[in-house]
């Protein structure tokens, strides 16, 4: 299963280049992961307040590939492709229509709220995420 958001170029997401800066593109993927959380029920707020535990990016491997522009319609495509006890690697894409844009892969750690150390991720949000997984394969 693919989350989907759409995210507009606005005039202060671009460059003296005229282009999506590219540090901007990193936004959009955060906003898409945290609309793609929020969806399946894990809200950051929660999972700090509640549940006592952050996902914070540990690694990424980003690929930019062509330019977005001011007033662009971009779509935002994410998914988990893998799950382990304490992180989890997402896939996140970037299109113009249907041409491709932006393509990362991100690492997602799951750490203690207090003191930031990695921790197991809880039962339930485990089994959320890997039944994504299998759902989408």
Known sequence: MT???????????????GVV???NYLKFAERARTEFLREAGFENKSLR??????????????????PARLDDLLRVETSVESMKNTYMVMKQSIFRENDLLFSMDVKLACIAAEGFKPVVFPVELKK??????????
């Open 49 to 66: 307040d509640d549940k006592g535990i952050l996902l914070v990016v540990r690694h990424m491997e980003a690929d930019y590939l062509k």
């Open 3 to 17: 989350h989907t958001i759409a995210i507009r170029v606005y005039y202060e997401d671009t460059d003296a280049g």
């Open 21 to 23: 800066y590219y540090a």
């Open 128 to 137: 959320g995420f890997e039944d994504h997984i299998a759902n989408a394969r």
